[in-house]
């Protein structure tokens, strides 16, 4: 039976406030390699993006989100927001003396190690990477793997250094209820702005985004 999915955002730089206010469309269509640990699918997860009917992203998906629930095949409705300026998304609380933001800005770092060529098919990465961003932002303490504190560790040091998840977006259903009241789970999306699509970002930034799609996390209770 499926628990819980999680899905990434598309990322992208969200400089402008018509990005954040669209709607779009998502369906969760896969498990990636279908890799469990603790009795759940971890990241990356497969699926797909649509704005105005229009299917703009198929690929990996992160979900950030591990108290809600999401079914593959099914629709739901998000907004979208750029990790590094999420101005109040579904997770508002502080991870121990962290800020939200610098929860989301820490949790688009390990979205981007996830979908590195290396690490995005390897099951000892996956699980430690996804139990780190869940544990993140559920202020959880889950580690099957035993290699998500060490991430979260060296994932808030690279904030505290700078870091800003620029290129990862968030995707947060709507409406937003908060956590354990919404009709899907929160998702992030890594992506790499083409080179000509500076001149447009104004107009539509996700319609100049090509890149790869972190699926958050598949929750399945068996």
Not at 46 to 67: A, K, L, V
Not at 69 to 93: I, R
Not at 94 to 106: K, L, P, R, S
Request: negative net charge; glycine residues 10%; aromatic residues 12%.
């Amino acid at each position: 039976m499926i628990k819980q999915i999680c899905y990434l955002g598309i990322a992208g730089l969200l400089i402008f406030a018509s990005v954040g206010f669209a709607q779009y469309t998502m369906e969760l269509t896969g498990v990636g390699d279908g890799v469990v640990a603790d009795g759940v699918y971890v990241s990356p997860y497969q699926g797909t993006i649509s704005e105005s009917g229009t299917q703009i992203y198929s690929g990996y998906m992160i979900c950030d989100d591990f108290t809600d629930e999401a079914s593959l095949d099914t629709d739901w409705y998000p907004t979208a927001s750029n990790a590094g300026n999420v101005n109040g998304q579904l997770f508002t609380g502080g991870y121990n003396t962290y800020t939200a933001q610098q929860a989301y800005d820490a949790v688009a770092w390990l979205a981007n190690q996830l979908v590195l060529p290396s690490n995005v098919t390897d099951p000892t990465v996956q699980t430690n990477i996804s139990f780190a961003i869940w544990d993140i932002m559920d202020g959880a303490t889950t580690d099957p793997g035993g290699g998500a504190a060490s991430l979260i560790t060296t994932a808030f040091t690279n904030v505290t250094d700078g870091y800003v998840g620029s290129n990862v977006t968030v995707y947060t259903p709507s409406p937003r209820n908060g956590p354990g009241y919404n009709a899907s789970q929160e998702f992030l999306v890594v992506s790499t702005p083409e080179p000509a699509a500076a001149a447009i970002l104004g107009f539509d930034l996700l319609s100049a985004l090509a890149g790869v799609f972190l699926l958050r996390r598949y929750r399945v209770r068996a």
